[in-house]
């Protein structure tokens, strides 16, 4: 099997357990079919001393996550320790003779410059996935506007990749532009198809869901406003359930109760999935996006979609599997919340489930990944 040093920039921890939990999950996927060994190092504020956890999770895939203290006033100190701590870990694997064929990093910054590094003084290739939103059109705080020193960066590293791997077309377009760069291969995000499936339990009340963390780019409160105005002239007992946030800014909690809008807060991935099989139709209305993993997982358990048409989204989303709407209009998202209650049988909930599964199941993303390490290695080979 190839031997693969993965390099995240992003990664679960106890300094936050969702960061980067669907690279964790395009890690196991690819294990099926290379042994897989998994460096992610970062600051910390929840650590005084330099932390250590190794996990392996399966034999063919490795997990080390290193935290040091941060030294928030200092970001350069930061960085210096940084990269101190890649240098002596990639060091120590030489040093045992681990073999590595190939580096995979996901997202570009900062996990890129080690790869940069180790094809410079070792000749060994990289590629890169992409999943930043940073790179997005729509965001305000887009790539355009970063300095010089950032963007000189990021364009070593991505010119640098054997291949650039975005997880959406969308994405694909932006970092063609931004960049000029063409070895490229779209690979999905990953669902987990033991949580994430079809129930065929139906439920007797009508149920909205959306999950996320609730920041402002996912404009929560006008999905909650549209669920009571919605709520206020149907014939039907509705309700909507927000996994991820305790609060809704606009609205007092007890309000929201009393009017079916239920809060869950923060819940693990099998209570997230339990709870979308449950539901009826999920909901999502971002200013931007790339492909999101929720969206992906709600098709996976046979929901409908309602959703804002941005980025990735509608190549997930069509007339079949659910509903787009413009971004930022809520009377749009009114209207496709009430066309979902009364044209809900035209959706085939068990046929959306099936075709989700087929594209973003952990075996057939995982096959995807490790085809682009084949045809690297043989053009280094041939080379």
């Not at 196991?28 to 460096?39: D, E, K, P, V, W």
């Not at 999502?284 to 098709?299: G, K």
């Not at 044209?343 to 995807?368: C, F, H, L, M, T």
Request: aromatic share 12%.
């Amino acid at each position: 099997m190839i031997n693969v040093l993965w390099l995240p920039s992003w990664y679960p921890s106890i300094e936050s357990l969702q960061n980067g939990d669907f690279i964790e999950r395009h890690a196991h996927a690819t294990s099926f079919y290379a042994n897989i060994r998994l460096l992610f190092i970062q600051s910390s504020k929840k650590v005084n001393r330099r932390t250590v956890y190794d996990l392996c999770l399966n034999k063919d895939c490795d997990e080390r996550v290193v935290l040091f203290p941060s030294f928030s006033l200092i970001g350069s100190i930061n960085f210096i320790k940084y990269i101190y701590y890649y240098n002596e870990y990639i060091s120590t694997y030489f040093s045992n003779e681990t073999r590595i064929d190939l580096v995979h990093v996901h997202v570009s910054y900062k996990a890129g410059l080690v790869a940069l590094w180790l094809k410079i003084r070792f000749g060994i290739p990289y590629v890169l996935t992409e999943h930043w939103t940073l790179f997005s059109k729509g965001r305000i705080n887009e790539y355009k506007n970063k300095g010089f020193i950032f963007k000189f960066i990021l364009k070593k590293i991505f010119k640098n990749a054997s291949v650039v791997m975005p997880v959406s077309r969308d994405l694909e377009c932006s970092l063609i532009n931004d960049f000029g760069i063409k070895r490229t291969k779209v690979i999905p995000n990953v669902v987990d198809n033991k949580l994430f499936f079809f129930d065929k339990k139906s439920s007797i009340n009508f149920s909205f869901i959306h999950v996320s963390s609730g920041k402002p780019v996912k404009n929560v409160g006008k999905i909650v406003s549209s669920f009571l105005r919605l709520n206020k002239v149907a014939d039907l007992n509705l309700f909507l359930l927000i996994v991820g946030i305790y609060k809704v800014d606009e609205y007092d909690s007890d309000f929201l109760k009393e009017r079916n809008v239920l809060l869950y807060g923060m819940l693990d991935h099998s209570d997230v999935a339990i709870n979308m099989r449950k539901a009826n139709s999920f909901i999502l209305f971002s200013d931007y996006e790339n492909l999101p993993c929720v969206v992906a997982e709600s098709l996976c358990c046979g929901l409908p979609v309602i959703s804002s048409s941005v980025n990735g989204v509608p190549e997930m989303v069509n007339d079949s599997n659910g509903i787009l709407v413009p971004p930022g209009d809520e009377e749009a998202l009114y209207l496709a919340m009430e066309d979902m209650i009364l044209n809900y049988s035209r959706y085939d909930r068990e046929k959306i489930s099936q075709q989700a599964q087929a594209k973003y199941n952990p075996e057939v993303v995982g096959r995807q990944i490790v085809e682009v390490y084949e045809k690297v290695l043989s053009k280094k080979s041939g080379s």
